[in-house]
């Protein structure tokens, strides 16, 4: 096989457009091989979209959305970089039934996931969906056992996995062990308040699963990861010292908080900890991990304001072996298409599974100890008390 590089770059430049078909080798765009509906098309939704025909092995064939607003701003974005119309379902059976489409990624609120999941299953299609794939342990459990009896890919959308710096901090953990036996990990979140939404419905514990489910299950997927154990006590404290103090949406008053601390243990010994805070002018994310050979911390920093982003790994090793300091960088095209690139790494593993090739996305049971992470922090938050997991793990463990 010849080993050209063919790269998005090439294939997407408007500088070749003056190309005909004919005259296209390196500038040759892989024919889509998969048809894809999007279910759900608000902010994550679109970003779906885009991603999915970035990646190029599929394209999206339909959408089904039950705001008319929201499905005529995405079929407008999507026409400004895709070369088919959409179909546009009056259904969530049609989207899902269609036999035209090989897979489905379902982008709607938390709240929604169990009963979208449940008609969407009816057909047997591959399904991506969003994270966090419940906001509740009843549904969390639900799911599980839906996945058990589930003869094709359910994949968790916890794409923060595929952010390059964790990547490269997976590896140097998991894999390399440049820290020998992991004992310590930390990870931070500092950002802006919560964006809107169709609804509110993240403003609203009921709808979202409270702040340390809906935001934090990513950090809590990459705490388990690196942690390669089970969650056994959570301790939390937070509050709501800034944003939405007097924010109420049809008579309810939002009740999530917006800053909080979290302490994990782990049954092998790990101790991890989370600290999360919602009114940041600056977007700043870090994990630090130390074992009895060395530290590592990873971080990426993003100012809205100029629009600069700074990501990086210290890895320290003393006398262990050598340490360094990098940058890992997707490319740009990959980088701006959603969550620094990590959308994009979702979505290639995403197709790898459905072509029955390796893949390394995040599974039900993944996505369900994320969230028995988030639920139990928002529990301990209420009681003020440590929330032992037992009983939680009891019930996953029974409809595994």
């Known amino acids: 096989m010849s080993k050209e590089i063919r790269s998005r770059f090439f294939a997407n430049n408007p500088r070749f457009k003056f190309l005909e078909n004919k005259d296209k080798y390196l500038f040759t765009k892989e024919k889509p091989q998969l048809k894809f509906n999007v ?12 991603v999915t025909t970035l990646e190029g092995r599929a394209s999206i064939h339909g959408i089904y959305d039950q705001q008319a607003l929201s499905i005529a701003t995405a079929q407008k974005e999507y026409a400004k970089y895709a070369g088919n119309e ?6 969530l059976i049609a989207a899902c039934s269609d036999a035209e489409v090989d897979a489905l990624i379902i982008c709607t609120p938390n709240y929604t996931h169990i009963d979208i999941l449940k008609v969407a299953v009816r057909f047997g299609k591959p399904i991506l969906l969003e994270k966090p794939m419940a906001s509740t342990l009843e549904d969390a459990i639900e799911i599980t056992r839906i996945a058990r009896n589930y003869d094709t890919v359910l994949q968790i959308g916890l794409q923060y996995r595929y952010k390059s710096m964790y990547v490269e901090a997976l590896h140097e953990a998991l894999e390399r062990h440049s820290l020998g036996d992991v004992k310590f990990i930390n990870m931070l979140e500092h950002r802006p308040p919560f964006l809107d939404k169709v609804g509110q419905w993240n403003k609203l514990s ?22 390669q154990s089970v969650p056994s006590q959570v301790y939390a404290t937070g509050s709501a010292a800034v944003n939405f103090r007097d924010f109420e949406y049809d008579g309810a008053p939002s009740d ?30 870090e994990l630090t991990v130390c074992g009895d050979e060395g530290r590592l911390v990873a971080f990426e920093k993003f100012d809205f304001f100029h629009r600069t982003t700074d990501i990086g790994i210290e890895l320290h090793r003393g006398d262990n072996g050598s340490s360094k300091v990098i940058n890992p960088r997707y490319s740009s095209d ?34 369900f100890m994320s969230v028995l992470v988030g639920l139990a922090a928002e529990a301990s938050l209420k009681s003020g008390q440590p929330v032992d997991t037992a009983p939680m793990l009891a019930q996953f463990y029974a409809n595994r």
């Open 39 to 50: 279910i759900g098309t608000g902010t994550i939704g679109q970003e779906h979209m885009f």
């Open 334 to 367: 990959v980088e701006t298409s959603g969550h620094h690139g990590s959308t994009y790494y979702e979505h290639e593993a995403f197709v790898n599974a459905i072509l029955g090739q390796e893949s390394v996305a995040a599974n039900v049971e993944q996505g």
């Open 86 to 91: 959409l179909v546009v379902y009056d259904s």
């Open 256 to 285: 999530i908080v917006d800053n909080a601390f979290v302490t994990i243990k782990y049954e092998n010994g790990i101790r991890a900890g989370f600290n999360i805070n919602m009114f940041s002018p600056l977007f700043h994310e």
């Open 206 to 227: 009921k709808f979202s699963g409270g702040t340390l489910v809906e935001k934090c299950c990513h950090y809590f997927d990459l705490i388990n990861l690196i942690a």
